[in-house]
Every structure is written in structure tokens, then in C-alpha cells.
Nanobody
Framework: QVQLVESGGGLVQAGGSLRLSCAAS????????MGWFRQAPGKEREFVAAIRWSVGSPGYSDSVKGRFTFTGDNAKNAVALQMNSLRPEDTAVYYC??????????????????WGQGTQVTVSS
């Protein structure tokens, strides 16, 4: 069974930076795309960034564009999210996700079939 394992969350002051990492473990898993989502208390899980390996260029939500950078290694099924200029509204549990199937849109939770356990990011003001 494929497992996605995130690491790198924590507590940081506004304006600071954090780097999240995610790696796939378990049986060999060839993904078509991987992404990051986040969920704040009382809110729905929302798209942050994703990469379709066949394209190579990541896409971002408007709320993080210019501040977050998504990098990935297709051969290792590993991705990272560098988060700079963090704001209190970035506080959430961040989830790594992957799909083995081509999806027309990578912006929805339903596009992914594997999820990590989540890592907490807290930004203090």
C-alpha cells in the first residue's frame, strides 16, 4: 500500500519561512500528479499547489502565488513546498496528495487517490 509521509511543519512568526516535504513509501508507485492542500479549523480542505509530471510546471492557488514554491522529483515521487512570507491566514494542516490517473483538473480533493496524514503549520502574528 502506498503511503505519503509529510514532514517539516511547525510554528513560525508572520513573515517567516517553512519547508514541507512529502515522500511516497511502500510498493512502487508511479504518480501522474502530486499536490498540496491545506485545511484550517472549520473550513474545507483547499488547493495550494500541484504538479502534473507530464507538464513539469507547478500551478498555485492565488492566495500563495509568489510566496510558495513547489518542487518535485518524479523518479522518487517526492515533493516539497517552500513557504516564504508566511501569514497568519496560512495557518492550517497541510496535506500531500497523489494520483496515478490523469485528471483534467488537479484543483479538487476528489482528483487524488492517496493522501498523507497532514502536518500542522501555525503562523503567529
Amino acid at each position: 500500500q502506498v503511503q505519503l509521509v509529510e514532514s517539516g511543519g511547525g510554528l513560525v512568526q508572520a513573515g517567516g519561512s517553512l519547508r514541507l516535504s512529502c515522500a511516497a513509501s511502500g510498493r512502487t508507485f508511479g504518480s501522474a500528479a502530486m499536490g498540496w492542500f491545506r485545511q484550517a479549523p472549520g473550513k474545507e480542505r483547499e488547493f495550494v499547489a500541484a504538479i502534473r509530471w507530464s507538464v513539469g510546471s507547478p500551478g498555485y492557488s492565488d492566495s500563495v502565488k509568489g510566496r510558495f514554491t513547489f518542487t518535485g522529483d518524479n523518479a522518487k515521487n517526492a515533493v516539497a513546498l517552500q513557504m516564504n512570507s508566511l501569514r497568519p491566514e496560512d495557518t492550517a494542516v497541510y496535506y500531500c496528495a497523489a494520483t496515478r490517473t490523469y485528471r483534467a483538473s488537479l484543483y479538487t480533493v476528489g482528483a487524488y487517490d492517496s493522501w498523507g496524514q497532514g502536518t500542522q503549520v501555525t503562523v503567529s502574528s
